[in-house]
């Protein structure tokens, strides 16, 4: 009787599916991979606070990036060098690459009222618009006039790393820091004002800098609404259309009736962890 070798078990090997992502405010591309289940429920278990689900989301994609060259290669070179939107495209990636491209979907058509189920193509109605302009943006200063009070604010994007760092001050209620995270892209403010010379007695123009998030929310408050305006307005034309979008267009099978929709990706990921 031959000797019969037993092996040890060898379990096959298998390769965890990937997405290819280009952020839309920073332009750099990165292979994400899929969560693994354990992943999955450290999301889940952070939910329930608002600050520590933005670091696990970050943590995450950062752990399932599979070319992490630098400044990538730390948490806090991937923090300080991607912005929300570049983030928002890249949970978009980890969605695809976790749960596949086509997914079912469930919709109540506004005409009929009927509900009636379908499989949607995310990556055909994903939009990612890529900013190619040749300048970095994370780094980037822009001055803006404000009409009315003449004031100038100097406006950045903000890195998640200052986003975040946002909730970290120290004694500000946390709806006030909510507040304050919409002006989080006025690096600061720059106030006309004068000074006195005392020998003479003349008036000596002089500019007063604000650049504490805390004292621009508060000056920012007592502005003219017009010149909160010309801010945002500002902002959106130089950095807003750099984004992902899905907008999925749907026809309803009972009336015939088209619409579309626009789907979060962050309630996206919420949806598929279920
Ligand atoms: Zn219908």
Do not use: W
Request: include cysteine.
């Amino acid at each position: 009787m031959a000797n019969v070798v037993k092996d040890l078990p060898t379990m096959k090997k298998f390769e965890f599916p990937v997405y290819e992502v280009v952020t839309p405010h920073t332009n750099h591309s990165f292979t994400i991979r899929s969560m693994t289940v354990d992943q999955e429920s450290v999301i889940k278990e952070s939910s329930v606070s608002p600050v520590k689900l933005d670091t696990i989301i970050s943590q995450t994609i950062f752990d399932c990036i599979e070319n992490k060259e630098p400044p990538f290669n730390t948490l806090e070179g991937f923090e300080k060098n991607l912005t929300y939107r570049d983030r928002e495209a890249l949970i978009f990636g980890l969605i695809v690459a976790s749960y596949g491209e086509t997914q079912k979907y469930s919709y109540k058509c506004p005409n009929c009222d009927k509900e009636f189920d379908v499989d949607i193509n995310l990556g055909e109605n994903a939009d990612v618009k890529i900013y190619n302009g040749g300048e970095d943006l994370i780094n980037k200063e822009v001055t803006i006039d404000l009409p009315v009070s003449k004031y100038k604010a100097v406006v950045k994007l903000p890195s998640l790393f200052e986003s975040k760092a946002l909730y970290n001050i120290k004694g500000v209620d946390k709806s006030v820091i909510d507040k304050m995270s919409e002006y989080n892209i006025v690096k600061k403010l720059i106030v006309p004002g004068y000074e006195i010379d005392t020998a003479t007695g003349d008036k000596i123009e002089k500019e007063y800098v604000i650049d504490k998030l805390i004292e621009i929310y508060s000056t920012i408050r007592k502005l003219p609404a017009k010149d909160r305006k010309a801010i945002q307005n500002a902002v959106v034309d130089m950095y807003g259309k750099y984004k992902l979008t899905i907008e999925v267009p749907t026809v309803c099978p009972s009336c015939g009736h088209e619409f579309t929709t626009s789907l979060d990706v962050t309630q996206e990921l919420f949806r598929n962890l279920q």
